[in-house]
């Protein structure tokens, strides 16, 4: 999984530079959305966890990669550290409360597996989430 981040990670800014930051999220989070099932439910020897782990890595990991670029470009300049710190940190405060939900969705679900299938359902909320975001490739940044 460390591999695939990796590739992903560094792979977003040149997606983002040819499909915009818009386009490079809706790729990122198409491919996780996907994956989480896939890698959960689909895995069936350690070959095919491995490979879909890696894969499952470049997505879903690798587009915080784009938070760096993005955030900054969305806010004018006397506001830029405050609003990109704000919004690093409150997916955090988010975010926190996650493993508890795991369990609880483990222990309703009836396992690990179907509980990291619902909370891929996460995605789908970052898909809802572009349809309010600007575009910011080949703009200035906001003074």
């Known amino acids: 999984m460390n591999c695939g981040s990796t590739a992903g990670l560094l792979c977003f800014a040149p997606v983002a530079s040819r499909l915009g930051r818009r386009g490079a999220f809706l790729a990122y989070h198409v491919g996780a959305l996907a994956l989480v099932p896939a890698t959960f ?3 069936n020897s350690y070959v095919s966890a491995v490979l879909l782990l890696a ?3 470049f997505a879903a990991v690798g587009m ?4 760096a ?3 900054p ?3 004018p300049t006397h506001l830029r550290a405050t609003g990109a710190g704000f919004c ?3 997916g955090r405060v988010v ?3 996650g493993p508890w939900l795991m369990g609880l969705l483990a222990a309703q679900l009836g396992g690990v597996r179907l509980a990291a299938c ?3 359902l996460v995605y789908l909320v970052g898909l809802l989430c572009l349809l309010f975001t600007p575009e910011t490739r080949g703009r200035p940044l906001p003074d």
Do not use: D, M
């Open 73 to 75: 470009e969305l806010f």
């Open 95 to 97: 975010a926190a409360p």
């Open 64 to 67: 915080h990669a784009g938070y």
């Open 41 to 43: 439910l689909g895995a």
């Open 118 to 120: 619902a909370a891929g």
């Open 69 to 71: 670029i993005y955030f």
């Open 55 to 57: 894969a499952l890595g």
């Open 88 to 90: 690093f940190n409150v």
